[in-house]
């Protein structure tokens, strides 16, 4: 592990390409001294990790304001609980989609910059997220292969992960995850600062104007490469461990755990400030 000093913010690489654990008091982080070298250190590794760091709700929230702009929940709450039990979250059975590769808001225009979880309860057996980096898998693809990767489009829905954990869904159900909506994104996102990254995950449905069969070879092969082991970062949780991603350079899942296991995740987001483009 290599230790490097960062603005003052000490931090320690995880893994070469992606992961960076902070070792940043409670105090510190919530007295936004540190918020542009986070932002920094988020964009450049992918997922920050904060071990133990025991942040209430409330202190949670003051931290995610220090980095950005909170972005509320649908029902107007800053803080979301991350469970598949129904009996903690009514709309637990939304979040099924998240045990396989995705990234937040592909439904939107402008997707969350980024996700901040702690963890409250675990699960005694799965229950780990899994991250990869899509900047890192996009540099090290050959140059031929991105030359003809970009300018394709990818159409993405919600219902397109619907089958991924419910195969023979009922009709009410798919129209009810066909009524979130669709939308075509770019394969390859340009982002502003001139980095690129994989646009990929489980509701991108087909690339347009290919085959069906052609289609889905390209985007299992891109998924298969940019969650190979060099790419990625698996988090086993302790509880009070806070963990934030860049939801524009990354994907995530969950690994399945047993929803009756109590498993509790509490969530703040930063808003998006750049669109798919
Ligand atoms: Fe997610």
């Known amino acids: 592990m290599n230790a490097a000093i960062h603005e003052t913010l000490m ?4 893994t070469p390409l992606i992961g960076s654990a902070v070792h940043l008091g409670k105090d510190a982080l919530l007295s936004g001294v540190y918020a542009t070298g986070l932002r920094e250190l988020l964009e450049r590794r992918g997922v920050l ?12 929230v003051r931290f995610t304001n220090t980095l950005g702009t909170l972005a509320p929940e649908m029902d107007g709450e800053p803080t979301y609980k991350v469970t598949l039990d129904t009996r903690a979250n009514a709309r637990a059975d939304y979040l099924k989609g998240s045990l396989y590769w995705h990234l937040d808001g592909t439904m939107n225009k402008v997707p969350i910059l980024a996700s901040i979880l702690s963890s409250k ?6 229950g780990d997220t899994d991250f990869c980096n899509t900047y890192a898998a996009w540099d090290a693809l050959p140059e031929e292969e991105q030359q003809k990767l ?5 159409m ?30 770019p394969l ?14 489980c509701t991108a449905h087909h690339v347009l104007g290919m085959s069906a069969r052609e289609s889905t070879e390209l985007l299992v092969r891109l998924r ?8 990625s970062y698996r988090h086993t949780w302790s509880v009070g461990d806070m963990v934030m991603w860049d939801n524009t350079g990354t994907m995530h899942r ?5 929803p009756a296991s109590g498993r509790m995740l509490h969530r703040t987001k930063l808003q998006g400030e750049e669109p798919f483009e």
Do not use: C, N
């Not at 309860?121 to 799965?126: H, I, M, N, R």
């Not at 298969?224 to 790419?231: D, V």
């Open 156 to 185: 993405h829905s919600a219902w397109t992960s619907l089958f991924y954990y419910d195969p023979e869904p009922t009709l009410a159900k798919t129209k009810e995850m066909m009524s979130i909506g669709e939308q075509e994104l």
């Open 150 to 154: 970009e300018g394709l489009r990818v």
């Open 49 to 60: 990790v904060f071990p133990l760091i025991r942040l209430s709700d409330e202190e949670q």
């Open 254 to 258: 969950a690994t399945p755990y047993d």
């Open 121 to 126: 309860v675990l699960s005694p057996t799965g």
């Open 224 to 231: 298969e490469w940019a969650t190979q082991p060099q790419f």
């Open 188 to 201: 390859v996102w340009r982002h502003r600062s001139g980095r690129k990254s994989l646009v990929l995950g």
């Open 11 to 14: 931090a320690t690489e995880l």
